[in-house]
């Protein structure tokens, strides 16, 4: 793509480009979050239960030379009998950290969202010569070694800094009981795992940043774009869906609102309900809410719901419906009917009864 069609794509993507974008799977994402985030788990894991997980094992290590001291010695049986418990209390507490971090991260980047055509067999991809400009391609190729140069020299410092402040401990490990030695190796190595794996997340949160710009950028949309799209979608099912099904909640928003107030709501049995209201200081009674179908069923579900009185005229909900807009006041010829309706209604509620 040339310069100048990038500078002409200076509109914001629109949702429905957005839409397809998820779809296609172009997300924004770092490329080793889900295996930090799987770390971060680890870590914190084996924190906060490693002390336990080290009593097992030092058990078991305990029975292991009891037994080969022993003049039985120590049986393949005995011995697997022994090590089963303690590897399921090690191993599945850490794989399933290790899931459990990788699928939080990969939803905090990409949210809830399953799209099993990115699984189906795709063919094409398994052209080799497909990839061929992408591996001699200078730019890319070199963006991924330096980077993970980087991250190899970034690990390596950290190590070597932890290694060097901690080169008098090291010293002495020889000399350590084994108990006392053991902790404090693997507290050094706590620590190294903890900075290495620190940094290596700001990089990652850092390659997340520059993925969304990046592809922020990918979905800028040139003003002929968004024509040409507005266009198409005029004439798409699933838009054209959407806006209605919009359009009525919408609808019913307002209908709540505007039925509360009403004085009456007239309506035949099932297909058409009229709210009106009245107050002498606005003039003749005030069409507050109309609608057919699902909408009437709707007005009339909503006017019970707040004790607004229901009344079934037929002839007069059909002709308001018919002849008067939302906001509209009633036309002179119904103004008896309608004075009639109301006056039968104020009866009823004087009276503490429903309609």
Request: net charge positive; aromatic share 6%; hydrophobic share 45%.
């Amino acid at each position: 793509m040339s310069d100048e069609d990038d500078s002409e794509k200076t509109e914001d993507p629109s949702p429905e480009r957005r839409r397809k974008a998820r779809e296609d799977g172009n997300l924004a994402r770092s490329k080793d979050a889900g295996s930090i985030a799987a770390t971060v788990s680890v870590l914190l894991l084996l924190a906060t239960a490693g002390p336990i997980g080290y009593s097992h094992y030092r058990v078991f290590a305990e029975n292991c030379f009891q037994a080969i001291g022993s003049p039985q010695g120590l049986s393949l049986e005995s011995a697997l009998t022994g090590l089963l418990p303690i590897l399921l209390t090690l191993m599945l507490p850490v794989g399933l950290a290790a899931a459990l971090g990788g699928i939080v991260m990969g939803t905090a980047e990409t949210g809830l969202y399953v799209n099993w055509s990115l699984i189906e067999p795709k063919w094409n991809r398994l052209d080799p010569m497909s990839r061929l400009p992408k591996l001699f391609a200078p730019g890319p190729a070199m963006a991924m070694t330096l980077l993970t140069l980087l991250r190899v020299g970034v690990v390596f410092w950290v190590t070597y800094d932890i290694i060097e402040s901690e080169s008098t401990t090291l010293a002495k490990l020889p000399r350590m009981p084994l108990e006392q030695g053991t902790l404090v190796a693997l507290k050094i190595l706590g620590r190294i795992a903890f900075w290495a794996t620190g940094t290596l997340a700001l990089m990652s949160a850092l390659d997340y940043g520059y993925s969304f710009w990046k592809r922020e950028k990918s979905l800028k949309m040139s003003r002929q774009e968004l024509k040409d799209e507005m266009h198409q979608q005029e004439g798409d099912p699933r838009v054209k869906g959407r806006q209605r099904q919009r359009a009525r909640e919408m609808l019913k928003r307002n209908i709540v609102q505007e039925v509360k107030g009403a004085d009456v709501v007239v309506a035949n049995p099932t297909h058409v309900a009229v709210a009106l209201r009245y107050r002498p200081d606005e003039g003749a009674p005030l069409v507050v809410a109309k609608g057919l179908d699902e909408i009437a069923q709707y007005i009339k579900q909503v006017a019970r719901d707040h004790d607004v009185p229901v009344v079934e005229s037929v002839q007069l909900a059909r002709a308001l419906h018919a002849q008067v807009k939302v906001g509209r006041r009633i036309p002179l010829e119904y103004f008896q009917t309608v004075a009639e309706l109301l006056a039968y209604v104020y009866r009823l509620k004087r009276r503490g009864l429903r309609a």
